[in-house]
């Protein structure tokens, strides 16, 4: 078989993805990192701090649900005039649109679903916090702090949402600010 025929069979066959297995090693050091640090600062702290790490969580979930919502709906014709001007930002714009469906699914599943899992976990601190200090163990505290944890997790999402898509230029490139600050992907 010659070089041509043997290029044109490989053409053929699909490229596997290796994105499913680095989601999953990712998806697991992250939440071993999310874990330890929410574990650490939870240790022997009050209710406040707990409140705190909590809300930090959700924050967190928010922000990168709408990175990733953000840079799905974006348009790189801005991004693209950026970096030609070599405008700080611009090329780190122009990688995290390029690969939108990995950015997405990295900020929406991997960073976002942590993020619910850690902040879950955290309510069960604060449930067992506020049930020793009021001396009870009713399962209405329970309901009141699922409730409310569960409305500030979709309802900031939902709002993240509506701002990703109505300004997504502007939340990508000020991802992407920030990415060249911290001297990301260059």
């Given at each position: 078989?010659?070089?041509?025929?043997?290029?044109?069979?490989?053409?053929?066959?699909?490229?596997?993805?290796?994105?499913?297995?680095?989601?999953?090693?990712?998806?697991?050091?992250?939440?071993?990192?999310?874990?330890?640090?929410?574990?650490?600062?939870?240790?022997?702290?009050?209710?406040?701090?707990?409140?705190?790490?909590?809300?930090?969580?959700?924050?967190?979930?928010?922000?990168?649900?709408?990175?990733?919502?953000?840079?799905?709906?974006?348009?790189?014709?801005?991004?693209?005039?950026?970096?030609?001007?070599?405008?700080?930002?611009?090329?780190?714009?122009?990688?995290?649109?390029?690969?939108?469906?990995?950015?997405?699914?990295?900020?929406?599943?991997?960073?976002?679903?942590?993020?619910?899992?850690?902040?879950?976990?955290?309510?069960?601190?604060?449930?067992?916090?506020?049930?020793?200090?009021?001396?009870?163990?009713?399962?209405?505290?329970?309901?009141?702090?699922?409730?409310?944890?569960?409305?500030?997790?979709?309802?900031?999402?939902?709002?993240?949402?509506?701002?990703?898509?109505?300004?997504?230029?502007?939340v990508v490139y000020r991802v992407a600010r920030v990415?060249?600050?911290?001297?990301?992907?260059?």
């Amino acid at each position: 078989m010659s070089d041509k025929e043997k290029n044109k069979k490989s053409k053929g066959k699909k490229k596997h993805s290796h994105w499913p297995l680095k989601v999953f090693l990712m998806s697991i050091a992250l939440s071993a990192v999310l874990s330890f640090l929410s574990s650490t600062a939870l240790s022997g702290a009050g209710s406040i701090v707990a409140i705190v790490v909590l809300l930090a969580f959700i924050l967190l979930g928010i922000i990168f649900d709408m990175i990733g919502v953000a840079v799905t709906a974006a348009d790189p014709r801005p991004f693209h005039s950026m970096a030609a001007h070599k405008e700080k930002g611009g090329k780190e714009a122009i990688r995290l649109l390029s690969r939108a469906n990995e950015v997405s699914s990295f900020c929406n599943d991997v960073v976002g679903d942590i993020c619910g899992i850690v902040s879950g976990s955290t309510a069960a601190v604060i449930v067992v916090q506020l049930q020793r200090n009021f001396n009870t163990t009713s399962v209405l505290i329970s309901i009141g702090v699922t409730a409310l944890i569960s409305g500030l997790t979709i309802g900031g999402k939902a709002l993240g949402k509506t701002v990703a898509i109505n300004d997504c230029t502007n939340v990508v490139y000020r991802v992407a600010r920030v990415m060249h600050t911290l001297h990301l992907f260059r």
